[in-house]
């Protein structure tokens, strides 16, 4: 669930382009289909890391690498194809 939560966060990053995301504990639990308690869990351990921030209403990415090395195979691959088709560096 973490890792998701993890892949879900650069998914939003790649597209807002900014490190301040404008999501709720909430937006997230619904988005992934899980309790938001969840989401609190997994909000605490990525910012345990120093990955993420967490503040009401928002969640600022602080290691993007971090975060996208935690995620392993799961981030990365489909993006950087997608990137390749679409003539995008990535």
């Not at 503040?55 to 990365?76: D, K, M, S, T, V």
Request: glycine share 8%; net charge positive; aromatic share 6%.
């Amino acid at each position: 669930m973490q890792q998701r939560l993890a892949r879900k966060l650069l998914m939003y990053h790649d597209r807002i382009g900014n490190d301040d995301l404008p999501l709720t504990h909430e937006n997230m639990s619904v988005i992934m289909g899980v309790r938001r308690a969840s989401i609190t869990h997994a909000i605490h351990n990525l910012e345990a890391e120093l990955w993420i921030k967490a503040q009401r209403g928002r969640i600022h990415i602080r290691n993007r690498r971090g975060l996208a090395e935690y995620c392993g195979p799961f981030y990365g691959v489909a993006e950087a194809h997608y990137a390749e088709i679409m003539g995008h560096e990535g």
